[in-house]
């Protein structure tokens, strides 16, 4: 089996592939306003058989970790038949859905029988008002019916919680005590700078968030585990995560780049740069060339994104 390296060494074992950039909701964090109402043509974005081919490419490279994110992946049509598809690709042990939730409950079964396991399930508070202050919808009970149909198909939840100062960093103990009620995991996560208003005043650090919970329970370090820090509380007696995604304490562990639904490859979450995959494969590419310029891509390009990662890894030494 062959490895896809990085230029720093790392093994790249994980793909994200946006499947649209449409969304149902408009969380006031994640794009500027502006870009809100902006989505791209259809004929933009890749085809189903395109991404197919694309993993598949990936998967004799050594991937073997997808996960379909967006946009909301769930309003793309053939979403989950293309996944069941990946998840019988030789090379490829886990396909895994980063939804927003709110059509889950139509979902679960289908995802459940085209072979997923595991779910993230975007939930950023419990409240009904702040939920939709937030993401401009009234849907956290369609999220909430949305998890607990997953959990019924056997589905496992993770629920991923971006902390926002000042609307949702004071609902950190009552996600731990949902998390204690329903097993279901949660991990908080950083705000990471998007040019919206929001994501500015709202950012609260990992360092931040402990001194809050350490004010409300007993809260001990765990471990480090892929992207994220696992900590245990006491009161309730649970185990979570904080992925510090501004901070960037993940960088040496980063094992992922990503596939945008417009077909460009991202080589690192803090860089726009990478290649034009669309553009190779409408320019008739053969599977060997476009692999072939892959490796090429990551090993060589992305020398100043590759700089800035050095020093975050000189950091964390
Ligand atoms: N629609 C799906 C969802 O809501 O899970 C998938 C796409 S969404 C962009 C993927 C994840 O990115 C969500 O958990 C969302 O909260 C997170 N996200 C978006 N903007 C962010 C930001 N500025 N900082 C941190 N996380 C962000």
Known sequence: MLHLRDGLGRTITYLRVSLTDRCNLKCRYCVPAAQCEYFTPEGELLSLEEIHRVIQIFAALGISRVRFTGGEPLLRKGSVGLMERIISMPGIQEVTLTTNGTLLADFSGELRRAGVTRVNVSLDSLNRRVYRSITGRD????????????????????LNVVIIKGQNHEEMLDFLNFSRETGIRVRFIELVETGSSW???????????????????????????????????????VEFGIIPARTRGFCGECNRIRLTSSGKLRLCLYSPLGPDIKKMLREGKSDAEIAAALRRSLFSSLRETRQKNRIFLRQKA
Do not use: D, W
């Open 199 to 237: 994501s500015e005043k709202g950012y609260m650090s990992e360092k931040e968030m402990l001194k809050f919970l350490k004010c409300v329970t007993h809260v001990a370090y765990l471990r480090s585990q892929g992207v994220e820090n696992v900590y245990s509380s006491s009161r309730p007696g």
């Open 139 to 158: 849907e956290l009970y369609s999220v909430l019916n949305g998890i607990e149909s997953a959990r019924r198909e056997g589905l496992v939840v993770k």
